[in-house]
């Protein structure tokens, strides 16, 4: 998608649509052979194969399918070329024995406080339509739209001072509408005086990931399905991290696992993490299992609006499912969580302490129903409430509740209902 500015704010955004299927496989598109015994001043055919994945990167147009032979490959890919909405550029095992793409990259801190840039597959400068299939990927991937460095700053600025009004004029923030929200990048856009351009339909389909996981920045309409993401190392961040207006994702099947504790705070060790305003995006059916230390399987933070967490599972946890500052509208729904440490379930636990719910940082317009918790450890509540406003929870197994000092009190005030009655769920 070519960069939106200030002056050019009424262009939409191109291509954007509230689906969530895999971009369709190209017909008659070229194919690249790569393979370890290949040279790069070759033609790239079966025959006479290249010799490195850039080479066939450098080489894709759309519709091109890069076959990747039998080996490892090692080398640090670097994505900026695009392929199109009929013809997505896909880099694939050939099929005829296991493929492994990674690089040599320094080890981070175990105490560090943002995302690893240092991945093996880097996507930027608002590249779109490419999908990754059938291979083994070391040390993970780096999705980062081009200007995602300025929206970020300025959603962070107002967050870091408890502005929420402006961060809720971006369209379709403030209510669930996502047509609206397809506005979201030329508004800021026009806002930020930037030149944005979202990655768009960036997909991993059916791969195993170790080392580091997936970091998505400004990035719209990806696809994380059926892949095998484990042994992350601890400083990463999650196995998959979804952030800054980055909107109508795919993250479903997956099977999650092993995210190495980090000595600075949770975010850096989740399972699935949605945050900074990443909207409308649908988690279903993922696995995400034994995290150490402080590890939560999902999660959502800063302004992660308006998604859909359905029929996922989450054992041998922290925390199983958490609803964390300022989210809004999200819904709950079929999700299942055991051996959990802390809660199964949490809503804005932060704010326990607020005497009423805030628009700033509380859980609001949530839905959950039909959620099972089961087996804590340690007797460890199934549902904590910190502060939550117009929300709805319905025929869902929490065994153990607890709440914030204030919410019984304002609990029917606020909006709120437990099995359709205002009266507050019981605690303990």
Known sequence: MRPLTGLACSVLVGGLGVAYAAAPAAAGGATLDVATTGSDANSGTADAPLRTVQEAIDRATPGTTIRLHKGTYSQELKIRSSGSAGAPITVTAAGDGPVTVTSAQAPDGCGARQPSSRRTINVSGGADYWTFTGMTIVNGVYINGEGGGKTYAWHAGLAKKGQWEPRRKVPGTS??????????????????????????????????????????????????????????????????????????????????????????????????????????????????????????????????????????????????????????????????????????????????????????????????????????????????????????????????????????????????????????????
């Open 175 to 428: 209510k669930n509408d996502p047509v609206a929200a397809k506005g979201a990048v030329p508004y800021l856009a026009n806002l930020l005086h930037a030149d944005l351009d979202p990655s768009e339909h960036i997909e991993f389909i059916g791969n195993t990931m170790t080392g580091r996981g997936i970091y998505a920045t400004l990035a719209n309409y990806g696809v994380v399905k059926d892949n095998t993401i484990t042994n992350i190392l601890c400083g990463t961040g999650p196995g998959v991290w979804v952030m800054n207006f980055s909107n109508f994702w795919e993250v479903s099947g997956n099977d999650i696992s092993k995210i190495a504790a980090s000595t600075w705070k949770h975010y850096m060790q989740e399972g699935i993490r949605f945050g900074s305003a990443a909207n409308y995006n649908r988690i279903v059916g993922n696995t995400v299992h034994d995290l150490p230390g402080d590890g939560r399987a999902f999660n959502t933070d800063v302004d992660g609006s308006f998604n859909l967490f359905q029929n996922n599972i989450a054992t041998n946890v922290a925390i199983g499912f958490n609803d964390q500052m300022s989210g809004w509208g999200n819904t709950w729904v079929g999700n299942r969580a055991s051996k959990y440490r802390t809660y199964c379930f949490g809503f804005r636990l932060k704010d326990a302490t607020l005497r009423t719910p805030s628009l700033n940082s509380s859980t609001n317009m949530s839905t959950i129903s039909n959620n099972t918790c089961s087996s804590p450890v340690s007797g460890a509540p199934a549902l904590g409430i910190g502060a939550v406003m117009k929300s709805s929870f319905n025929a869902n197994t929490f065994p153990k509740v607890m709440l914030g000092t204030y919410v019984p009190g304002y609990w029917a005030k606020q909006g709120n209902t437990w099995n359709g009655s205002s009266k507050p769920p019981a605690e303990g």
